[in-house]
């Protein structure tokens, strides 16, 4: 049987020199026990991870700034596969863009009301520094989402929010929309790749998280499905 849907991979892969938070090396994978350390004919590379858990593409957990709230360990998988809904504003964005309730209602006038239980990806373009971490932190300064988008979201009973730079807040701006969508019991995910390959409306996504007990974030395999009829 043919598989009916096109997968993209929406993750970028993990290394020491990708952007961080914190501007620091976040990420360590280590050659524990090489070939050459193996007696006999048996030989195998082990390796070790030390990293933080935000990094990367992530998913954050209600926790991560809720007290009381939900665990990375809490969400059932099935509540990880929605529907995907991705809003381009990369043409009109700049470092202090804040995606904004009228660009909601501008992509709701082309393509309707963003449908309950959706994840609700927006496409700033800034994916495009992830190779210079230095111009993609900036200082804390990137594209960010309003907190009039974020309530709006909630309003159309939205399960996540995905953007493609390092968080949907800017630090000067406070954590505005994490303290409104997590506090809402939702998700939310950081550092998205490839949104040029999913279309603005018809496709799925998997967020796909390190099952950490009492984890507030962890990285994932984000992973889009696009039905085989659906173009972009």
């Given at each position: 049987m043919t598989f009916p849907y096109k997968i993209i991979d929406?993750?970028?892969?993990?290394d020491s020199t990708i952007p961080t938070w914190n501007g620091?090396?976040?990420?360590n994978h280590d050659v524990h026990i090489?070939?050459?350390?193996?007696q006999g004919e048996d030989k195998f590379r082990v390796m070790k991870v030390k990293m933080h858990a935000g990094i990367g593409t992530h998913m954050d957990a209600p926790s991560h700034c809720i007290p009381g709230g939900?665990?990375?360990?809490?969400?059932?998988?099935?509540?990880?596969?929605?529907?995907?809904?991705?809003?381009?504003?990369?043409?009109?964005?700049?470092?202090?863009?804040?995606?904004?309730?009228?660009?909601?209602?501008?992509?709701?006038?082309?393509?309707?009301l963003i449908p309950k239980g959706s994840c609700v990806?927006?496409?700033?373009?800034?994916?495009?520094?992830?190779?210079?971490?230095?111009?993609?932190h900036n200082n804390h300064v990137f594209p960010s989402?309003?907190?009039?988008a974020a309530s709006l979201l909630l309003e159309r009973g939205v399960s996540a929010l995905g953007i493609d730079t390092l968080s949907p807040d800017r630090?000067?701006?406070?954590?505005?929309v994490h303290k409104t969508f997590l506090g809402a019991d939702k998700v939310i995910i950081e550092n998205v790749a490839n949104l040029d390959n999913m279309p603005s409306i018809g496709s799925f996504v998997m967020v796909l998280p390190i099952k950490i007990k009492d984890g507030a974030e962890a990285p994932i395999r984000l992973v889009g499905l696009i039905e085989m009829d659906v173009g972009l």
């Open positions: 929406l993750t970028h892969a993990l620091g090396c976040g990420f090489d070939y050459s350390d193996c939900r665990f990375i360990h809490d969400f059932d998988v099935n509540d990880l596969i929605m529907p995907c809904v991705v809003i381009d504003v990369s043409d009109q964005c700049h470092e202090r863009y804040s995606f904004s309730a009228e660009d909601v209602d501008v992509f709701e006038s082309k393509y309707g990806m927006v496409k700033t373009g800034w994916s495009k520094f992830w190779h210079e971490p230095l111009k993609y989402v309003s907190s009039e630090p000067e701006d406070g954590f505005k």
